[in-house]
């Protein structure tokens, strides 16, 4: 039972769009979202959040939009940039405060073409 | 070291062998995780520990599998009588806080498990 889906298993961008990647969810309990990225052979690291009281967060050229009606999040990339070639994981975790389990998504690959 | 550290990064075991894989924190961090990876999958959550309770075993997927963190410090996830579909990556996170809000969960580089 896949609590976390990214359905687009890869993406391809040419350098200087946008990239749009997409995380839906089916656990009404989750209210705290978060996306990770991951070059091979590391570790994912951090990348932005939200909390389900906001609809949008923004850091530089990152965006996170919540929509939670539809159970869906989405990652804005702009402009893409060739460095942001990696794996992208949507996560969840329910009670931010208390709780220490997220769940993560399969991942979308990020291609960026120069 | 400055970041979490994760030891051995490849490690080949034979059906039915044992393994420790062990994970160093960042210095000083409460929240000590381990995720397994298999290959085409997002993480998936093992346990967690708070300083040196562990808090939440719930992912761990049977009693083959063990983890303990005894001085809140360095952790170790052991691995009875490997099976094939234990072969996975198996990351080990730190954090400064507990929780998740407002809390920057550092991922190590992860241990590499193939059982053949």
């Known amino acids: 039972d896949q609590q976390v889906k990214q359905n687009s298993p890869s993406l391809s961008v040419q350098e200087g769009r946008i990239s749009i990647l997409n995380c839906d969810y089916t656990n009404s309990m989750f209210d705290y979202f978060l996306w990770y990225k991951k070059y091979p052979a590391e570790g994912p690291t951090f990348l932005i959040s939200?909390?389900?009281?906001?609809d949008k967060n923004e850091d530089g050229r990152f965006t996170v939009f919540l929509n939670k009606s539809a159970k869906h999040l989405s990652l804005h990339i702009v402009p893409s940039q060739p460095g942001d070639s990696a794996v992208y994981f949507c996560a969840a975790s329910r009670d931010p405060e208390y709780g220490n389990k997220l769940v993560f998504g399969a991942g979308t690959i990020l291609r960026v073409k120069s | 070291g400055a970041g979490v550290s994760q030891s051995p990064r490849y490690k080949v075991a034979k059906r039915g062998q044992d393994v420790a894989l062990r994970c160093d924190p960042i210095?000083?961090?409460?929240?000590l995780f381990w995720y397994q990876q298999a290959l085409g999958q997002g993480p998936e959550f093992l346990t967690y520990f708070q300083n040196e309770a562990q808090l939440d075993k719930s992912g761990l997927p049977s009693d083959r599998f063990f983890a303990e963190r005894p001085e809140g410090s360095v952790s170790t996830l052991k691995i009875q009588r490997t099976q094939q579909e234990d072969s996975a990556v198996y990351l080990c996170?730190?954090?400064?806080?507990?929780?998740?809000?407002?809390?920057?969960?550092?991922f190590g580089e992860g241990s590499w498990l193939t059982v053949v």
């Open positions: 939200i909390s389900s009281i906001k």
């Open positions: 996170a730190s954090s400064s806080k507990t929780g998740i809000s407002g809390n920057t969960i550092y």
């Open positions: 210095s000083g961090h409460v929240s």
